[in-house]
Each structure stands twice: as structure tokens, then as C-alpha cells.
């Protein structure tokens, strides 16, 4: 592959194609990255496969390599319904000029749809300024089935095929060229996984990009700083190995490259914690999940980790600013959504009533706060022994703060229904197991402890659940948010509670609607 070359256009790539399988490669390479609403253009010689690469992607985002995907040649656009997004495929060169566009009915598409356009020369002066060309060049005198292809990042997707390029290098240089690669349904965050399979040996990319700095939010800071999330893959690949030292599963890192965010690491497999249509808690797993976090919580924890020769780790304190700008997002992103958007007045009297309902929470001993620790990030590794069966993924936000707060997370997992009665019978295992450790454990303290984050943890994700839909266009986590009200609604009928509950009731009369 050559050097990346920056271009009038933006960023561009080339690379030679010898055989089909190189040509296969390089559709992977952009299909992983493919988003909702993507323009992908296909240009170059006539018969150089440019029908053909589409197929190859559309079969790909399709996860189905029989679907019938024709030529779009005579009927000029196919619509496409795939698992992430609708797709059109369309082709131009039957047109004789852009002012025939109109008539194709591309203003009709479906709402985030993938464009894949063949011939775009055809409506030159007419194509929007951000989207990532494909141009693919016959090589004759090489052999017949030799191709060039350049890959061009236009406006805002530069930065895109930048990072094409740098997986593409990662990759290589790591020697799974060969491998097979097929994306892993992702969360809600600007991380890609995808599971690398050559020969028997199965490995998963994660794909981290550095985090960019969002617009100051709060005394001149971004919501990710003041948040304390994590801006690069340093602290993941420093939680992973302090876990493993403290004997649980994380999954090994077998290569990294943390100034790219690029990391190949242990694939830990599908089994989850959860079975069934819809997922429902198997409850010996999330007894062993509530058992890893005893573990954790009756060790003293170091706050500085090694990462890797002059490269440490501090892992932030999950203080009363991160909280309160959490709990925020309630008011700035989901009453907003419902018309309600609150008086300067009410804001101040929700912060006022969560930092007096926090103080004790953030006034308990710290540890290690993995901060989503539930279904999703939780693997089920039936082949080890004891904690070691409970895989341990999505941990790089980790924070020094109260032991209760994973216990929350796990207990009112925001994507499946976990009943009240299973949530009070590991609440009390978890409480008896310390007690039963430590002679001065305050267990009703503790439980207050652990409502008052449930409720705080749950304000934010109805919050985070908003934004994901009205900002980022992702309205498929709406449906999370009657399960993720119950739970809110749960924790603020404890009665130390009573304020903020007061409140809600009076500033959030819609919350249960959708």
C-alpha cells in the first residue's frame, strides 16, 4: 500500500489489487467503517469491477452471501434493507447528465441510508462535498484480473480513510493480512470490534480511535473530561492487565499500537450472562458477576498501573463534578426532548439535592469503579474456573469511586429487565458476603449508597439515551428508556431518597412516555 497522500480533495490511499482476494480485503477495510447515511462512490475504467466491489459490500453489510444483489445498470437504483441501515445502490452511467438526478428519486431515500454510486462522474458539480471515492484502474499488462485502486476521503471523510489506511498498516504489520474480518455489533461509543479469524485462530481489532475534544461544557471543559472518560486506549490496556493481576479474566492484548488506538486482543467468544428472546439474567452468572465485584471490593486497589515501559496510568477519582454533569444530562438532553426543559431555578435545586444525596457515596472508601459493568461487557467463559468464568470487557472508563455503583450497574442493567425479586436477592447476597468479612460493614448505609447511584446512574442514562437520538441519529436505544424509567422509579421510593423524588414528580411528568 503506498504512503498516505493528503490531496486537494482530502486524504488519499493507494493500493494494488493482484487477485480477487486483495480486492475482497480492501471492501472489508471500507465496509467496516461504513456509517448510516455514508455517500461511497465507485469510479474508474469501464470493466474494472466496480459493480462487482459493490456486490461484494452489500453481501458483506448484508452478513448474507447469497442475497441476490443485480445490476443496477437498467433500473438505475436498488434498495437495499440491512441489519444497520438501508443501502441504495445506484449506478449513473445511463445518464446522460446530472440534470436527469432529479428523476431518480434521490431526495426519497430512506433516512440514514448507505449510497453506494457507481459512475459519479456522471453528476459532476452535483455530489456533496463529504464522501469517500473508490476508483478502481484496470492493469493490463500486469494480468487480467490486476487492479489499482485509490481510495479518497472528500470534506469531512479525510479523516475517515485516514484511519482506513492506518487499520490497513495495523493489520499487515501484525500478520493477519489474511484473516477474515467481520464487525461485532458495536455500543453506543465511537469504538468498532471486529473478529479476525485465520486458519482456526480467532482474534479480535478494536478499533479506538483517540477522543476528540467535544465543545467546553462546563469551567471550559469538554463533557468527556469532566466526565472522566477515557481519550485514548492507555487506560484499557492498563485495566486489562491490573484485573488480570488481581486474578479475573480480561482478555490478553496480543498487539497495540496506542498512539493509533489499534489493538488486537483475545477473542472471548458470544456466551453472555443473559439467555432467551428477550434476554433474561441467568442467574447463577450474575452470581458469579456480583462475586468478581466482592472480590474487587475487599482488596486494597492501586491508583497508578503500568502500561508499558515510561507509560502509567492514574485512574481518575469519580468526584462530585463527574457526577453532577452525569446527572445533568437528564436536564440538557431528555426533558428537552419532552417539551419540559427546566427553570434556571429547578436546575440549581436538582444539583443542590444531588450533591447532598452523593456526599456519603463519594465520601466511602474508593475502588476500582469499572463503570459499565453489565450484560453487554460481561463474557461467559464456562472452560475457567471460579470469578475466572466471568469475562470482563469495556473497562477503560474505569474510576477510584464507591463499590456500590457496579453493583447498580449490574443489578439495573438499561438493556434487559432484571426483576425486582433477583435484584434483591444478589442486593443481599451481596451485603451478607461483606458483612460476613468485614465486622464493621454498614449495610443499610450501603444499600442507600446503592440507590442513590442507581438513581443518579439512571438519570444520566436517560440522558445518554436522548442524545444518542436526537444528536448522533441512533433512535434504536429509545427503546431502553420505560425499562431505565422503573429502575429510577425504584430507587427514588427509597425513602432517603424523598427530595429528589419530590422533584422528579414535579419536573418530569412525561417521563414515561417514548
Known amino acids: ?53 459493490a456486490r461484494a459490500m452489500i453481501r458483506y453489510l448484508a452478513g448474507d452471501e447469497t442475497i441476490e444483489v443485480p445490476s443496477p445498470t437498467f433500473t438505475l437504483m436498488q434498495t437495499y434493507e440491512l441489519p444497520r441501515f438501508p443501502l441504495v445502490h445506484a449506478d449513473l452511467y445511463r445518464l446522460s447528465g446530472a440534470a436527469e438526478l432529479a428523476e431518480l428519486g434521490f431526495d426519497d431515500m430512506p433516512e440514514g441510508a448507505v449510497v453506494l454510486l457507481e459512475w459519479p462522474d456522471r453528476a459532476a458539480g452535483f455530489l456533496p462535498a463529504d464522501r469517500i471515492d473508490i476508483a478502481l484502474t484496470l492493469a493490463p499488462k500486469l494480468k487480467l484480473e490486476f487492479r489499482h485502486a485509490r481510495v479518497t476521503g472528500y470534506g469531512s471523510f479525510a479523516p475517515r480513510v485516514e484511519r482506513i489506511a492506518a487499520v490497513r498498516q495495523f493489520i499487515a504489520e501484525t500478520g493477519y493480512s489474511e484473516a477474515t474480518r467481520r464487525r461485532l455489533v458495536g455500543d453506543a461509543s465511537t469504538r468498532s470490534y471486529d473478529r479476525l479469524t485465520l486458519g482456526d485462530k480467532h482474534d479480535i481489532l478494536m478499533n479506538s480511535p483517540r477522543r476528540p475534544d467535544g465543545p467546553p461544557v462546563r469551567d471550559g471543559q469538554p463533557y468527556s473530561a469532566a466526565a472522566h472518560l477515557a481519550e485514548s486506549v492507555v487506560p484499557f490496556v492498563a485495566m486489562a492487565k491490573g484485573l488480570r493481576e488481581q486474578g479475573l479474566s480480561t482478555p490478553q492484548i496480543y498487539h497495540a499500537d496506542l498512539a493509533q488506538g489499534l489493538l488486537i486482543i483475545e477473542d472471548f467468544g458470544d456466551e453472555r450472562v443473559v439467555e432467551g428472546d428477550p434476554p433474561a439474567p441467568i442467574k447463577e452468572r450474575y452470581e458469579a458477576a456480583v462475586d468478581v465485584l466482592l472480590s474487587l471490593h475487599g482488596r486494597r486497589l492501586p491508583e497508578l498501573l503500568p502500561v508499558a515501559p515510561n507509560v502509567q ?63 453487554p461487557n460481561l463474557i461467559w467463559l464456562p472452560k475457567r474456573n471460579d470469578l475466572r468464568r466471568v469475562g470482563l470487557l469495556d473497562f477503560q472508563d474505569a474510576v477510584m469511586g464507591p463499590t456500590a455503583y457496579d453493583l447498580a450497574s449490574l443489578l439495573q442493567d438499561a438493556r434487559i429487565d432484571v426483576p425486582e425479586k433477583i435484584e434483591i436477592e444478589l442486593l443481599g447476597r451481596y451485603v451478607r458476603r461483606r458483612r460476613g468479612v468485614e465486622a464493621d460493614f454498614d449495610g443499610p448505609g450501603f444499600i442507600k449508597t446503592y440507590v442513590t447511584l442507581a438513581a443518579q446512574r439512571a438519570s444520566k442514562i436517560l440522558g445518554i439515551f436522548a442524545r444518542l437520538d436526537l444528536r448522533d441519529g441512533k433512535p434504536q436505544y429509545l427503546r431502553h428508556m420505560p425499562r431505565v424509567w422503573a429502575y429510577l422509579q425504584r430507587s427514588l421510593e427509597h425513602p432517603s431518597l424523598a427530595p429528589l423524588n419530590e422533584w422528579y414528580s414535579e419536573h418530569v411528568p412525561k417521563l414515561r412516555e417514548i
Open 313 to 375: 496510568h492514574q485512574i481518575p477519582y469519580y468526584d462530585m463534578d463527574a457526577f453532577l454533569i452525569e446527572a445533568d444530562l437528564l436536564l440538557d438532553w431528555y426533558l428537552p426532548r419532552l417539551d419540559a426543559a427546566p427553570t434556571a431555578e429547578a436546575r440549581a435545586r436538582f444539583q443542590s439535592l444531588w450533591r447532598e444525596a452523593l456526599q456519603p457515596a463519594i465520601d466511602s472508601p474508593p475502588t476500582w469503579v469499572l463503570r459499565d459493568y453489565h450484560s
Open 1 to 53: 500500500m503506498a504512503m498516505l497522500l493528503t490531496t486537494s480533495g482530502g486524504a488519499s490511499f493507494s493500493v494494488a489489487l493482484p487477485e480477487e482476494q486483495a480486492t475482497l480485503r480492501l471492501m472489508v477495510d471500507i465496509a467496516s467503517a461504513v456509517e448510516p447515511g455514508d455517500l461511497i462512490t465507485l469510479s474508474g475504467d469501464l470493466g474494472a469491477g466496480k459493480t462487482t466491489f
